[in-house]
């Protein structure tokens, strides 16, 4: 995929701002509050409904206004034009049109514009809890299928209503039995997804780390599914898994009828990233870690082009804040060697100009206080 | 400062409705200004006169204006077949495809302990009370969402040890759409839900 323009209404601090997009590189420059972060968060809302720093829709919409939109026309690796609007309005829902239809749900578009992010919130990929592995994986799975997008909702839904069950003062039991076994039935799904979908990520995600580290260190990724210690989730049949996690539940009835609430599931699946068989999180030097996080994307990038046949945009957010020098170029040669085409916010915008191979189509894009102040061609 | 408080109060109104926003609710408003005023005097009437006459049918609780609504009191029906949903909405979906000869069932909700709505908030009781020697078969048309697949299973639980066959809807491929086009998980339902030819 390639992004031709995209139009910024009313997004932050952002009145109208029109982008004109080079083919492989732009770089967006500007003091911190210049608005070039929000120009990313606008494409990823164009591609995924929502921005890639959690926030609500209300607090996107700029200041006095009722509306925000953003528009992004893009040339799909077929030479077919897409186009998506999404249109945010306080205290209603989201309105999304694009060469699919008109109406439609955020739901319809994930995938459809494949992105892949690195901002500075990402470091707890590789430095925070459990959930923010998970999160990181269930993205990548939701942007290559719909049926991830729709079993993670079910999960968050089951799991709410079945903790409702148990915390209410007389349990139903019919009731809890039929939410129980509602919950892991998806839970099951989910489990064998996330494990046959990491055994095809993980040897990308170690190319990737040797590419970017040059170093030959062992890497690892184990998916440790909740509840589900002695069973191989990547080769046993869903209906299996199932069986597996119904002895838990009945194992942990007790307890979570003391404790009025939902003690095991896919909703506390870990994800354990490993170097040279050490746990990253704790062993890691702070090279190490930004080494994986970029493997964990450049291979998010790999297996989305597989999955997709699109090659997914790259958005790089404050790059230098995560990488330096060094890992910065190598990262910037991976994604131009992939065909991949990529934006890039700094405050530096003269060290990323010069590390643009020569032949590249780059562009550089200048802001200031929300406003597009220049456009020029990188040479 | 608003020019007039009642303009004010009927567009509050209106935007409570569902789907309504602001500027519909104006837009609305400003219409019943322009109509005669016996067009909207017989609106307000024919609404205060729907909420006042307007019951659940004794038997199948669907919303009626008699004691029995016309379908559980035509003579025409197959009596031997009860098709629960959810809302009083989806018979008049059902009956719009004039393929089903049965009767109804309206529960009015799904379980759905969040809200606090149990077997006893929605019409189960009803149900099973109507379920005497005639009846052979429920078709259990829910929504397709967690709560209306718990509730179906919960029902259909219920009605087995009555020996009556309970089925459920198709979850298929809508008609009209290519295959190509459909969300994998209405294709995964669909295969699972296949049929032998
Ligand atoms: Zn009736």
Redesign the interface.
Known sequence: MTIRSVTVVNVRNHERSELECAQHVNILSGRNGSGKTTVLEAMCLGALARSFVPVNDASLIRRGEEAASVTVHAQRDIDVPYFVTVRLREGSRKRIESSLGSNLTPRDIVGELPVVTLSPDHKSITFGAPSERRAFLDAVMAQASRRTTDLLFELRRILKQRNAMLDAVDVDETQLTLWTEAFITVSAELASRRARFLKTLLPLIQQSYEQVSGKAEEINVVYEPDGLENVDVATETVESIAAALRETASRLAFRERQRRSTLFGAQRDELSLRIDGGIVKESASQGQHKSFLVALKLAECTILHDVRGERPVVLLDDVFSELDRSRCERTMELVLAMGMQCFVTTTEGDTIASMVPAGTDARRIILERGHIVDMREAA | MTPSDSIETVIEQFAALPTI?RKTARRLAFHLLRQSEATVEAFAKSLVRMRAEVRECDVCKTFTDRERCGICSSEKRDRSIICVVEEPGDVLAIERTNEYRGLYHVLHGA????DGI??EEIRIKDLVARLDGSVQEIILALNP???G??TT??IA?LVAPLGIRSTRIARGVPIGADLEFA???TL?RALEGRTTI
């Open positions: 926003g379980l759905n302990p969040l149990g077997p969402n967690v709560e697949e718990v299973q919960y639980r969300d994998d998980a995964a």
